[in-house]
């Protein structure tokens, strides 16, 4: 079956400092993958998602890069904020092999401080 | 522009009682439809997940049932409720496109069980 597996939390870095959450995965097909991020309090959103090998998600100065030959997702940015201290969650996708239904991560919490 | 609802955000109930709690999608036609309950700190358990009215498939073994009596809500229920029930409950959506799909998830209901 499929499966993610996340970088264990909490992370806790200062403003501007860079950061890389660890994802990588399993899966019998070819999923798509994303990364989630949970707000205090929150549901879910989506920040980036890649459908294929070698495609670079990214938005909001996040960027993951799926690379299909390491099975990983690593979550990256340059320069944290404050607003970014979040839950973060990798998930995986494939409707051929799970009908539609997401894999998650355990989830990774980021606390930034000024 | 497609939105999800969920409420109430906050409950408060003694074990033994029912639970109802409601999920509903504006702007989409029929949506995939997901339960997860998030334990505090912990990532997300899949409940339950619905591809169409009346078709509804449990992820785990439990004393909570769901419904979807039409397109575009989902309803989680009780008949009596347990101590472990108390989480954050989320509901999503999602649309199947290509091989993938984004799951869009409510802003949640906070159930505290005492």
């Known amino acids: 079956g499929n499966s993610v597996t996340q970088m264990e939390g909490p992370v806790t870095l200062s403003e501007e400092a860079f950061l890389t959450i660890n994802c990588t995965y399993t899966a019998t097909g070819y999923p798509s993958l994303f990364w989630y991020v949970q707000y205090p309090g929150e549901g879910l959103q989506l920040l980036l998602k890649a459908t294929k090998a070698d495609d670079k998600g990214s938005n909001k100065g996040f960027e993951a890069t799926y690379r299909k030959e390491t099975t990983s997702f690593h979550l990256e940015k340059g320069s944290v904020q404050v607003s970014d201290s979040a839950v973060y969650f990798c998930?995986?996708?494939?409707?051929?092999?799970?009908?539609?239904?997401?894999?998650f991560g355990d989830g990774t919490t980021l606390t930034v401080k000024p | 522009s497609q939105t999800i609802h969920q409420w109430p955000a906050t409950l408060v109930q003694p074990v033994g009682s029912p639970l109802s709690l409601e999920c509903t999608v504006e702007g989409t036609s029929n949506p995939n439809l997901y339960w997860y309950r998030q334990a505090a700190g912990r990532g997300l358990q899949l409940l339950f997940y619905s591809v169409g009215i009346g078709q509804i498939s449990s992820e785990v073994p439990q004393n909570l049932s769901a419904s979807r009596p039409q397109d575009r809500q989902f309803i989680l229920s009780s008949k009596k409720l347990l101590l472990s029930d108390s989480g954050f409950y989320l509901c999503?959506?999602?649309?199947?496109?290509?091989?993938?799909?984004?799951?869009?998830f409510g802003p949640g209901t906070r159930l505290t069980v005492l």
């Open positions: 998930a995986l996708s494939d409707i051929n092999t799970n009908a539609g239904k997401s894999t």
């Open positions: 999503a959506w999602s649309v199947t496109s290509g091989r993938q799909d984004t799951q869009y």
